[in-house]
């Protein structure tokens, strides 16, 4: 992991082309490179938006799955995969989508309830729906899914 000069952090394999990039330690590279795209992602998305999911691959022991997120932001699909899989500590797949391991739920709920869990860990700052007949500021529930 290296750092600009304005805290931008970044992952690269040739570091010869960014000589004014600092080197960080790899645990503190991780967490300010987790920090920085959960930033992006709650600069995009508020509680109560839909994310989109797609099923990419099942294994033929139908005990794994890839999963693309999608959310719309001002109109535009915007891809949110990469920054998923980062913030949740998930697996992203060489061939796309992020790497779910289990049967018997929607997979797509589970992606989409952890990414709300990682957004919003103290619950979100104002109730977004009713749960149970209560108003619901859990962070897991702030986000809708729907597959496509």
């Known amino acids: ?39 992006d992602l709650l600069a995009m998305l508020k509680p109560g938006d839909t994310i989109y999911c797609t099923l990419r691959h099942v294994s033929r022991s139908g005990m794994q799955r890839r999963i693309d997120l999608h959310a719309i932001v001002n109109g535009t699909m915007v891809y949110l995969t990469g920054l998923a899989a980062i913030i949740t500590h998930k697996k992203l797949h060489h061939s796309g989508g992020i790497v779910v391991n289990g049967c018997g739920m929607d997979m797509g709920f589970y992606l989409v309830n952890a990414l709300g869990y990682y957004l919003w860990p103290n619950g979100t700052p104002a109730p977004h729906g009713r749960r149970n007949g209560e108003p619901d500021s859990d962070g897991g529930y702030a986000l809708k899914h729907s597959w496509l």
């Open 1 to 39: 992991m290296y750092m600009f000069e304005n805290s931008k952090v970044f992952r690269t394999d040739n570091p010869q082309y960014h000589p004014k990039a600092a080197k960080l330690k790899k645990v503190e590279g991780e967490r300010l490179y987790r920090e920085q795209c959960r930033d």
